[in-house]
């Protein structure tokens, strides 16, 4: 082979791998990109779309759920809802043979369209009465949700014993709708 050749042959086989270079960098690696995001959209898409799909063969449920969630939130008066969730509770310690020593409620705006009213119970009784006041609030129909449950002796034998807890009740606010 001649020189003059083989410097061509360098010459083009140098400038080959520029343009291949150039071509990866510039054409193929961004096109590979584009490629992964719109498959990326792809599929979230189809995630969306059977996520929705799902949704619409559950939407009975999910009304007849969220109408029993409405029909079950405290009443919009604060006075109602402390004198209903005050007369649930002695319900419940009268029906569980336990002693409410202690309430403290707290109401808080979390949002535009609903509130909480959040009470601290504090009641005593053996196992057996704290379990039944424990299972009555949770099975009450009220939007109710037990947030904190301690539990602690009041005696030596621990036959006495001592319940705080903290429960959270939903209050819808709905907003007022402009009057034509």
């Known amino acids: 082979m001649q020189i003059e050749n083989r410097q061509q042959l360098l010459t083009v086989l140098a400038i080959a791998a520029v343009v ?41 449920i999910i009304r007849r759920r969220w109408e ?22 002695n319900q419940w310690a009268q029906d569980s043979g336990s002693t409410v020593t202690a309430t403290t409620p707290q109401w808080k705006q979390d949002a535009d369209d609903y509130m909480t009213y959040d009470c601290r119970v504090d009641a005593s009784g053996d196992i057996s009465s704290l379990s039944k006041f424990l ?19 009041r005696d030596k034998t621990g036959k006495q014993l001592g319940l705080s807890l903290e429960f959270s009740g939903l209050v819808l606010t709905p907003k007022a709708q402009p009057q034509p």
């Open 20 to 60: 291949l270079f150039a071509a990866d960098r510039l054409v193929l690696t961004p096109l590979k990109g584009v490629w992964d995001a719109r498959s990326e959209r792809v599929t979230k898409l189809r995630n969306e779309i059977t996520e929705g799909k799902s949704l619409i063969a559950r939407e009975q």
């Open 68 to 89: 029993m969630i409405r029909h079950n939130s405290l009443p919009n008066n604060q006075t109602a809802t402390q004198q209903k969730v005050y007369n649930a509770i």
């Open 135 to 153: 299972y009555d609030l949770e099975s009450d129909p009220m939007a109710l949700k037990l947030e904190l449950v301690e539990l602690a002796s």
